[in-house]
């Protein structure tokens, strides 16, 4: 894979705020310490992976807080979709 870098994280945040950025990066640590799955593909440390969600746009300022509710939406549906599928 690529190399990632502090720009294409920046080219997300926007205005050059590394000081944005790493609240933002902190914060998606934190849901991943607690259980939430990597958005991106790859066998990197935590950061570099955190660094590829916010480069790819995947995690924003936006969305960063609805991001552990989406996962357990995601997981009630299959778990629906399982107890559907036992019963028949």
Avoid at 12 to 20: I, T
Avoid at 51 to 64: D, H, M, P, Q, Y
């Amino acid at each position: 894979m690529a190399r990632i870098t502090v720009e294409d994280c920046l080219d997300q945040v926007g205005d050059d705020n590394r000081f944005a950025l790493v609240h933002l990066a902190v914060e998606r640590i934190r849901q991943h310490r607690n259980g939430e799955p990597f958005l991106v593909g790859g066998k990197n440390k935590e950061v570099v992976m955190t660094l590829r969600e916010i480069a790819s746009g995947k995690v924003t300022f936006g969305n960063i807080r609805e991001l552990p509710a989406q996962r357990r939406a995601r997981e009630d549906v299959a778990a629906d979709m399982a107890d559907d599928d036992e019963q028949a």
